[in-house]
């Protein structure tokens, strides 16, 4: 067993628990999207992104850019919570947590591709 | 993609991971705790106030409890922040600074840095490994005639020196093995636009193998080496290098030349000095006894010509064990007198001192010269920096290996027809010679002419050949002034090759045709003005008719009417 494959793993998988954790409920109900799991999200994100850094395989290019795409889309949904809430000062209708869902929920897809790669690379290696 | 990005990752993996972590506690920790607004009532900091502390806060850019002021467990959580984030940065911003110096990742930018220069170069280029005396002297005479070089050295003194060195044209250079294949793929070997390798090295060895590895590599690639030994020269002829020069032999043949032809040896030396240096005056070496000091490499390549001209040379040598000339040679270093006066110095013409030492063949030929101060004196240079002394002692030859090399490289580069030019021109009287020098001096003043090839192609001449498809042109049209036809312009034909047959110095009224090469001499801008009537078909027009014809749309459209 190898303890960076371990970390690797844990944290590119928890990425997507806590993205679809996020992801669940409600579309445009504030109620049922913690702040405090689009917090966990990001930074779980960010920490996976950091782990990918300096693979030179063709498969580490690819997971370095969905969890780009992941970050970007986190990033963006984050910004948007915190412009209604503090800058518009709109709130968080129903319109603002839709599109913060969305993002989210693009996020997740490139989150489940990350998986389904490394899925593929570990079943590759017949060991 | 670029190695350096991927380094640089790889490296800031830990510092980026300790800065999300120390940010992500201070943030959590700063939303969690309970503070009170400006009524006292209880409050939670958003994400959004949160990371904005946290901001300003990790930096050290500024401080200020926001947006109201913070209870005691705020600011005690602020206090582990602010160690938290603060070591986090020193951590972070401390790896980058190593990185940078690290000599791994140095090395790599300047590799990178130099991969990029080659790529951008869109021109064609010479790989040129080594830049010692011998390269340097290339490279710049090169960069004089606008013509591109890539330069790679061991040494990394001498790339230094190649970037201080104040060149026409920009010449990258690498600090590296040039015997490692990676590096002269590097360098360009397998491009496209590379048109081909010097090898300069010092080392036999080195020069072979990038002799091979470039044969290899990229076959059709004109290679030129450098050899001292007999052996390697044998060696890298049996694959396939295209020129090998031995400095040792090509200066004995010179100096057998300027025995037997004067005339010839002068036109030799003038067609392959470096151009826009003044002009060497002729050589009469006479005939008669010569004393050789030195029978190492040197010595045997200017006794066997010595010989072979019909003149005795009388040999002087330390060591002649190691060098095999026991029995016929006078032991000793040269330096002192008696050793001289036994070689026989009194009723000897010729010295030679052709030691490995500069500082022994100067004082050989000076001991020489009060023995018997009618000498015909020949010292052999080793090092580019005893140049002052070197002129100063008033030698009547002097052999400089890097130069000897460096002039043969050059016109083997610059004009592919001299080597076949001064072939045959061996074969002719030395009246022929003399004649053809005089012609040259007439033409090009007392500056060493340039020397180039001209091949009448669609590349080089597309004007001329649409012209000759209609019409006969005469050589004697085409070296007419385009600024005033009447003018010849300050070149001479040397030689026309047409197929298989040669015609040394064609007459003013051939007919040329097209694939037609020539090779002239001619002053500096001769060439340049030459091309440009033979690529624009209005210049070339005025040179055979002496019609200045309006060109341009416009222009035509009213020149029709008139």
């Known amino acids: ?127 | 993609m670029d190695k350096v990005i991927f380094l640089f990752l790889r490296r800031m993996r830990a510092p980026l991971l300790v800065l999300i972590a120390a940010y992500s506690i201070a943030v959590l920790g700063m939303v969690l705790i309970p503070g009170v607004d400006a009524e006292g009532r209880p409050w939670h900091m958003g994400f959004f106030h949160a990371f904005y502390f946290v901001s300003y806060m990790a930096t050290t850019i500024g401080f200020g409890e926001i947006p109201y002021a913070f209870t005691d467990a705020q600011r005690g959580w602020t206090l582990v922040s602010i160690y938290l984030s603060v070591i986090a940065w020193l951590y972070a911003i401390g790896k980058i600074l190593t990185l940078l110096q690290e000599p791994a990742f140095k090395r790599a930018v300047v590799e990178q840095a130099f991969a990029r220069s080659i790529r951008r170069l869109h021109e064609p280029f010479y790989i040129v490994c080594g830049f010692g005396d011998t390269g340097s002297l290339l490279v710049r005479a090169l960069s004089r005639r606008g013509i591109r070089a890539v330069v790679i050295d061991r040494n990394p003194d001498r790339i230094n020196d190649l970037e201080l060195e104040d060149l026409d044209v920009y010449v990258p250079g690498l600090c590296a093995d040039a015997s490692v294949s990676a590096y002269l793929t590097m360098a360009g070997l397998s491009s496209a636009r590379c048109r081909g390798v010097v090898a300069l090295t010092d080392d036999d060895e080195a020069n072979l193998k990038i002799a091979i590895t470039s044969k290899l590599l990229n076959r059709p690639l004109p290679v030129i080496c450098r050899a001292e030994t007999r052996d390697v020269q044998d060696n890298m002829a049996s694959f396939g290098t295209d020129h090998i020069i031995n400095p040792f032999d090509t200066f004995g043949d010179r100096l057998g030349l300027a025995l037997h032809s004067p005339g010839t040896h002068l036109l030799f030396q003038w067609l392959t000095s470096v151009p826009h240096t003044p002009l060497s005056e002729p050589l009469y070496p006479p005939h008669g006894k010569w004393v050789l000091c030195g029978y190492g490499r040197f010595g045997k390549a200017v006794q066997k010509s010595l010989s072979s001209e019909g003149v005795e040379a009388v040999i002087i040598e330390a060591d002649p064990q190691r060098t095999g000339c026991v029995g016929y040679c006078v032991v000793g270093r040269g330096t002192e007198a008696e050793t001289l006066l036994a070689a026989g110095i009194a009723d000897a013409v010729g010295i030679v001192a052709g030691t490995d030492n500069d500082a022994n063949n100067l004082s050989i030929v000076m001991t020489a010269k009060e023995l018997n101060p009618g000498l015909f004196m020949v010292a052999r240079q080793n090092r580019h920096d005893n140049d002052s002394i070197f002129r100063a002692a008033g030698l009547n030859l002097v052999m400089h290996r890097s130069e000897i090399i460096a002039e043969d490289i050059l016109a083997q580069l610059t004009a592919p027809l001299l080597p076949m030019f001064l072939q045959q021109a061996r074969a002719q009287s030395n009246q022929w010679a003399n004649e053809l020098v005089s012609r040259i001096s007439a033409v090009t003043g007392d500056m060493v002419p340039e020397v180039w090839t001209l091949t009448l192609n669609e590349y080089e001449a597309p004007a001329l050949l649409h012209t000759l498809a209609e019409d006969d042109v005469y050589l004697g049209q085409v070296m007419r002034d385009l600024r005033e036809r009447d003018h010849l312009l300050p070149c001479l034909p040397l030689m026309l090759q047409r197929g298989n047959e040669t015609r040394l110095i064609p007459a003013e009224d051939v007919a040329l045709r097209s694939g037609d090469r020539l090779l002239f001499c001619g002053k500096a801008g001769a060439m340049q003005r030459m091309q440009r009537a033979l690529y624009n078909g209005n210049v070339l027009r005025y040179l055979l008719t002496g019609e200045e014809r309006p060109d341009g749309w416009v222009w035509r459209a009213l020149k029709a009417r008139q």
């Open chain 1, 1 to 127: 067993m190898n303890l960076e494959k371990v970390v690797f793993g844990f944290f590119i998988i928890l990425a997507l628990t806590l993205n679809f954790g996020f992801f669940i409920g409600e579309f445009d109900n504030p109620e049922h999207h913690n702040v405090y799991e689009l917090f966990a999200v990001i930074v779980v994100n960010l920490i996976a992104t950091v782990l990918k850094f300096g693979d030179r395989t063709q498969m580490g290019a690819l997971l370095l850019a969905t969890s780009l795409v992941a970050d970007l889309q986190l990033l963006v949904a984050a910004v948007v919570w915190g412009y209604v809430l503090h800058i518009s000062g709109t709130g968080l209708d129903s319109m603002a947590m839709g599109s913060i869902v969305s993002l989210a929920g693009g996020a997740m897809l490139a989150n489940i591709v990350s998986v389904v790669l490394l899925i593929i690379e570990t079943a590759n290696l017949r060991r």
